[in-house]
């Protein structure tokens, strides 16, 4: 799925950790089911509670939410108009979504140090900086 919000397999923890850190009414991330195969989870935030939605696709590709008994199913063709639909207040969620929480991508993420080859002994390279920061070593 290419959505911005889209996380991927992360777990239920760790979407609230995600969500709790932003600690912001209405942010929502999307994420893969860990209990149905193909299934995703609308994951919102309200006063330090998460919700979660979970989303299914039919067999013709229609995205429908599964949200509170005696709200009415509804079906969208794509991620992007079930997401313009909830952003609207009074839609069967326990609040509108506000933000969407992207994930980060590679470029987003610090960089991170190998273990030394051989451990516990001294490093013998220099210039190693593990903060992330790229170092040029060699001229263009």
């Known amino acids: 799925m290419d959505h911005p919000a889209y996380h991927g397999p992360i777990s239920k923890q760790r979407c609230e950790e995600l969500l709790g850190k932003k600690g912001r009414d209405g942010t929502y991330l999307i994420r893969d089911s860990e209990t149905i195969q193909g299934a995703l989870c609308l994951c919102v935030y309200k006063q330090k509670v998460v919700y979660t939605y979970r989303i299914l696709q039919t067999h013709t590709g229609y995205f429908t939410l599964q949200a509170s008994s005696g709200v009415e199913e509804k079906f969208f063709k794509t991620m992007k108009d079930l997401i313009r639909h909830y952003k609207q207040k009074n839609q069967g969620l326990a609040t509108h979504l506000c933000r969407s929480l992207k994930r980060k991508t590679l470029q ?18 220099e210039n190693v900086d593990c903060s992330g920061d790229y170092v040029v070593v060699l001229p263009d």
Do not use: G, I, S
Not at 108 to 125: G, I, K, M, S, T
């Open 108 to 125: 987003d993420q610090p960089l991170q140090c190998a273990e030394p080859l051989v451990p516990n002994e001294e490093n013998d390279y």
